[in-house]
């Protein structure tokens, strides 16, 4: 049975796990584990399916409502004999029979969540309860991909997994933010009442190759700007940080964590703190010294610091990045300038 490693959630589960799916006590288990993956067509989940799809004993399912996603990023595996796409709405059930379940469905953009706040709170809500009650019917163990967004504006730094946050409950941000700590709270709360198996990843800001051009996080904008370039907006006062996971590190914590024997929380990120002026001067460094830097207004609540402390995944999960920003961003480079028809690097 899983550990409960943070947070003080030492309460023994007595409660039996639900009864796997016959597909993974059948004797073809060893060659056969069915995953879904909810919000698989966006950017961490196509990587995160890339990765599983590389082992040919796992069938993958993906459902995505294509908000953020594309099918144009799963459209090496579309018609895969291993592999399936539906088109659906967390935030009504899904009937389908299968072992693990990732579920990144959400927009993680500040931009696209605050769009429909509304709906940001049902898909992590309504959405989170019916993916647990799926893991609940067919005993899947379920793999929440939560955000370090849940230690809003945070007054302990590094931040650690004990910390409880500082969260604004009424802002525009908290549909985000209070929307994951509402599905951590539902997770552990099925995880106790109905012995579900659940893991809880709290993801700190990952960037690489996929990410919508005109997505308005920092490292999609950066880039972009650069590469036609217009100058960096740097939101206002330009000291507040961030650290920067090259996505192939978080495929690779999200897996160990799915595979490991801790339900987390545990933090995945890459300890390298920047600040946004610091993060344009490497940018503008790497891609496109010509650019010039311009201060622009802030949104409401942003964070001001944030960085991981990795001490849980270093030791439970045998997991810290290997890539630092220097050598993720010139990757990302080459997948937006073909995007955006630019030709490659002499
Ligand atoms: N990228 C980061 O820096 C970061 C940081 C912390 C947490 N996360 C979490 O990781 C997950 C993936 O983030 P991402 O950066 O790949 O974002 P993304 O926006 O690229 O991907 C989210 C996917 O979920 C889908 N989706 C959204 N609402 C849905 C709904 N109601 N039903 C079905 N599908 C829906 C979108 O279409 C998209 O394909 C999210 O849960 C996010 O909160 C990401
Ligand atoms: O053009 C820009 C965009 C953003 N910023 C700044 O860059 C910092 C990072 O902003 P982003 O929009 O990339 O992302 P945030 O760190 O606010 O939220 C992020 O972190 C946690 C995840 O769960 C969220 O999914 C993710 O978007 C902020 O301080 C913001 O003010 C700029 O300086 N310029």
Redo the contacts with the bound molecule.
């Keep these: 049975m899983a550990t409960e490693a943070a947070n003080g959630n030492n309460h023994v589960v007595t409660k039996k796990p639900p009864t796997p799916s016959p597909l993974r006590n059948s004797k073809f288990f060893q060659s056969n584990m069915r995953i879904l993956v ?9 990587h995160l399916v890339d990765k599983l799809m590389e082992n040919e004993k796992n069938e993958v399912i993906v ?8 099918k144009d ?1 799963l459209r090496k595996w579309i018609g895969h004999p291993r592999f399936e796409l539906i088109r ?4 009504e059930p899904l009937l389908v029979e299968v072992d693990q379940i990732y ?7 500040p931009i ?2 605050k769009h429909n706040p509304v ?2 709170i ?2 992590n809500v309504m ?1 989170t309860m019916n993916m647990l009650g799926l893991a609940k019917r067919v005993g899947a163990r379920i793999l ?6 849940v230690y809003g504006d945070p007054l302990e730094h590094p931040q650690t997994e004990e910390y409880w946050g500082n969260v604004n409950p009424i802002g525009v941000r908290s549909c ?1 933010d209070e929307g ?1 700590r509402v599905a951590e709270t539902l997770m552990f709360d099925y995880h106790r009442q109905h012995g579900i198996e659940i893991r809880i990843a ?6 690489g190759p ?3 051009i005109d ?1 308005g ?1 920092v490292v999609s904008n950066f880039i972009a700007q650069a590469l036609r370039g217009e100058p960096l907006t740097v939101q206002a006062p330009g000291t507040q940080t961030r650290s920067f ?1 090259y ?1 192939s590190d ?1 495929v690779d914590g999200l897996i160990r964590l799915m595979e490991g024997e801790n339900t987390g929380p545990i933090n995945l990120g890459n300890p390298g703190e920047f600040t946004m002026m610091e993060l344009a001067e490497v940018v503008k460094e790497l891609i496109e010294p010509s650019v010039s830097i311009k201060i622009v207004e802030n949104t409401p609540d942003d964070p001001r610091q944030r960085k991981p402390n990795i001490t849980k995944a270093k030791q439970l999960l045998g997991w810290e990045p290997k890539i630092t920003l220097r050598q993720g961003l010139p990757l990302m480079e080459e997948d937006f300038k073909q995007r955006l028809g630019m030709s490659k690097k002499a």
Aim: hydrophobic content about 30%; glycine content about 10%.
């Design positions: 909810t919000g698989g067509a966006g950017f961490i989940g196509s459902a995505d409502n294509f908000f953020t996603g594309s990023n659906h709405d967390i935030t579920h990144l469905a959400c927009p993680a953009s696209f969540y709906k940001t049902k898909t959405g929440l991909t939560s955000t370090s967004e985000y994951k709290r993801i700190f800001n990952t960037y996929r990410m919508n997505d996080r996971c996505v978080m």
